[in-house]
């Protein structure tokens, strides 16, 4: 039976929204002509900087194949978080590509490419080509394959944790991370119940919180610690930890405690929430180009940028260019971590 337009309409939001938040395990279909754990097909296609791809120039390296739609919100999102992970593991050998069905040429893929700064590969499959050898079935659709070019992980759509995910991946075929180690922070250890010191953890950091909201920092910092010292694997505490040492004018043992937080499974967007709320709560005094410096050392220049305009801003008492500013200069430093 055919349900009328409204209500069609509406289940397929439901079910776009459910694709959004599920988790999907590794087992489940991808792609129609690859399963986890074959081979990756042959394929050639065109550069958007000109010239052939050869995908036979990935082999030795552990690879990433992003398989997108230029106008689809969510490969915008993923792109972004593709570019974060880039960053990191290009001098480890790590293959970003970008597959792109864009049938106006370079057209909306360029245009995206440039907004968004990326700096890895973009390739054009108007015919879909390579769709079709890969037999895509979501759009987008992140597939990641072991210096072998064995498949070993995808993840559709952007999920809320898709960058961790992903990351979580590359460690584990980097040899830094077991298959299990990534599957227990994915699940959050599992079904198991949390314990009594877990519970009690995340009471204080819900306290730890109010504090720094009420900028009674030295106690947030305390509360914090005592969380962790309940829970060291509480991701969250890790990164009020950092927030809080960042507005304490300790910006190298900020980072390490963001870094912590990433490693145990915080999500990009949270750590760099806690970043821009630390940033915002300095003062002009204290967003030196020193701090900047310390913060993001490769792009030292251009994180004092966007805390110049943020400054600015602050003066002009725009509080929302401000707090555009601050975000693009806390998404600089998550980049670094």
Same mark, same amino acid.
């Given at each position: 039976?055919?349900? #009328?337009? #409204?209500?069609?309409?509406?289940?397929?939001?439901?079910?776009?929204?459910?694709?959004?938040?599920?988790?999907?395990?590794?087992?489940?279909?991808?792609?129609?002509?690859?399963?986890?754990?074959?081979?990756?097909?042959?394929?050639?296609?065109?550069?958007?900087?000109?010239?052939?791809?050869?995908?036979?120039?990935?082999?030795?390296?552990?690879?990433?194949?992003? $398989?997108?739609? #230029?106008?689809?919100?969510?490969?915008?999102?993923?792109?972004? =978080?593709?570019?974060?992970?880039?960053?990191?593991? +290009?001098?480890?050998?790590?293959?970003?590509?970008?597959?792109?069905?864009?049938?106006?040429?370079?057209?909306?893929?360029?245009?995206?490419?440039?907004?968004?700064?990326?700096?890895?590969? $973009?390739?054009?499959?108007?015919?879909?080509?390579?769709?079709?050898?890969?037999?895509?079935?979501?759009?987008?659709?992140?597939?990641?394959?072991?210096?072998?070019?064995?498949?070993?992980?995808?993840?559709?759509?952007?999920?809320?944790?898709?960058?961790?995910?992903? =990351?979580?991946?590359?460690?584990?075929?980097?040899?830094?991370?077991?298959?299990?180690?990534?599957?227990?922070?994915?699940?959050?250890?599992?079904? +198991?119940?949390?314990?009594a010191d877990q519970k009690k953890a995340k009471r204080k950091l819900s306290l730890a919180r109010m504090m720094l909201k009420r900028h009674h920092l030295e106690r947030a910092l305390q509360i914090a610690r005592e969380a962790l010292a309940l829970d060291p694997d509480l991701a969250a505490a890790h990164a009020i930890m950092g927030e809080g040492l960042l507005l304490d004018g300790k910006p190298k043992e900020a980072l390490e405690k963001f870094a912590l937080a990433q490693e145990k499974g915080a999500t990009a967007e949270e750590i760099q929430k806690a970043v821009a709320t630390a940033l915002a709560g300095l003062g002009e005094k204290e967003l030196t180009s020193k701090?900047?410096? =310390?913060?993001?050392?490769?792009?030292?220049?251009?994180?004092?940028?966007?805390?110049?305009? /943020?400054? /600015?801003?602050?003066?002009?008492?725009?509080?929302?260019?401000?707090?555009?500013?601050?975000?693009?200069?806390?998404?600089?430093?998550?980049?670094?971590?």
């Open positions: 039976m055919r349900l #009328p337009w #409204p209500y069609s309409t509406s289940l397929l939001a439901l079910l776009l929204v459910f694709l959004e938040s599920v988790v999907f395990p590794q087992d489940t279909v991808a792609f129609r002509n690859l399963d986890v754990g074959q081979n990756m097909p042959h394929f050639k296609a065109a550069r958007m900087s000109g010239g052939t791809f050869d995908s036979a120039g990935l082999e030795g390296k552990v690879s990433v194949l992003f $398989f997108f739609k #230029p106008h689809q919100p969510n490969s915008k999102k993923a792109l972004a =978080d593709l570019q974060t992970l880039f960053h990191r593991y +290009k001098e480890r050998g790590v293959a970003f590509v970008a597959i792109s069905v864009d049938t106006n040429g370079k057209g909306a893929t360029g245009t995206l490419a440039k907004e968004l700064g990326i700096t890895f590969p $973009f390739l054009l499959d108007p015919g879909r080509d390579v769709y079709g050898t890969f037999g895509l079935i979501v759009s987008p659709t992140t597939a990641i394959f072991d210096k072998t070019m064995v498949f070993r992980y995808y993840e559709p759509i952007h999920a809320p944790r898709f960058r961790t995910s992903v =990351d979580l991946a590359l460690q584990v075929l980097l040899g830094d991370k077991t298959d299990a180690e990534r599957t227990k922070i994915l699940t959050g250890g599992g079904s +198991k119940k949390p314990s701090l900047a410096a =310390d913060l993001a050392p490769k792009k030292t220049s251009l994180l004092q940028k966007e805390l110049d305009a /943020a400054l /600015a801003a602050k003066q002009a008492k725009d509080e929302k260019k401000a707090v555009a500013h601050f975000e693009k200069a806390a998404k600089i430093v998550v980049e670094g971590l």
